[in-house]
Structures are given as structure tokens and as C-alpha cells.
């Protein structure tokens, strides 16, 4: 972890409530080709996922916390709302082991650019994260949402793409840190 991060937003508590499989995810199979669209990346490029060639990983997520700026209400006891941080973390310090698998990463939520790069320079994450704050991206898949003080944000997904089509889906995503893990040994095997 880098020593930017606030242990508030790196630690997860160990009773968060698991987030189970809704089916919200089921339409997004194998060969399901995403949306031609161009998303604002925080290394100032558009980034359209729909034209990236070879494999790549979008790790979908709610929304990245700031130190000193509290939490949604309630945000602790909404399943697989919590761990952004950790998650983006991990995905930092498994960065080598996804480039030498030929595997780009990308995280994607529905905040800002602006946001985001505070985050990215926050926390030297590695790899862009991209911005969905018009919901384009996220209704051209059909991907799940919930509410929160008057935001609405993904549900926590990550999907495996090969040449701007879906490979293979991870949902529900938990533990958030843990599941990047998994990916890799996913990602090795094929």
C-alpha cells in the first residue's frame, strides 16, 4: 500500500455484508461487445474500450473515498459498496504482473476525471481510470447500479475483455482486494 493512503480508506472491517449474485450481470456473456464510446481516461486520452485490441481488464467500482471527506451514510452496510481503495491498490501492486500477461488495466467509475486524477496521484496508481460520470458506458451494457446520497453508482464488477468484447465476467466482486488475486490466476490459465 502506498504511504499516501489513509488507513480509514485502506482498511476494510472485517463484517462488511457480503454482496451476492443478483443476476444483474447474466446478459454480460462471453462475446458481448461493448459500446463504442470515447471515456476521458486520467492520463488526459479517450479511451474507447470498444476499439482496444488484445486483452484487457475494466474493473468496474463505486467510487474512490478522500481522506478527511466522509463516507456516503450508510456506506459500510451496503454489500460490496466498501473497498474502492483496496481495490485500486491491489490492482497497483499487481500492475507488473498484468503487463507481463500482455493484459492492460482500467478502472472505471461513475466520478470525474478530476476526481479520479486526485485519486490516481493520491494513491500512484498506475494504470488509467476512466470516467462514466454520464452513465453512457454504464447503460450501453447495462451494467448494475445502485443509489447513494443522490449518486447513482456501479455495482463492483470487473470484466475480462479480448478485442473490445467481453472474455469473462466477475459478479459479485468480494472481497475487493482478494478478487484481483483470483483474476491473475484466471488470466495465467488462459
Partial sequence: MSNNTTPVLAALPDDLPRPVDDGACSHLTAGTALPALALEATDGSLVDLSATLGRAVLFVYPRTGRPGVPLP??????????????????????????????VQV??????????????????????????????SFTRGL???????????????V??????????????????PDAATDRLIEYLSRQ
Fill in 73 to 102: 451514510e450508510g456506506w459500510d452496510d451496503i454489500p460490496g459498496a466498501r473497498g474502492c481503495t483496496p481495490q485500486s491498490c491491489r490492482f497497483r501492486d499487481l500492475h507488473a504482473e498484468f503487463i507481463n500477461l500482455g
Fill in 106 to 135: 482500467f478502472g472505471l467509475s461513475t466520478q470525474d476525471s478530476a476526481y479520479q486524477r486526485e485519486a490516481v496521484d493520491r494513491l500512484g496508481l498506475t494504470y488509467p481510470l476512466l470516467s462514466d460520470e454520464s452513465l
Fill in 142 to 156: 447495462s451494467l448494475p447500479t445502485f443509489e447513494a446520497t443522490g449518486m447513482t453508482l456501479n455495482k463492483r
Fill in 158 to 175: 470487473t470484466l475480462v475483455l479480448r478485442d473490445g468484447a467481453i472474455e469473462h465476467v466477475v459478479y459479485p466482486v468480494f472481497p
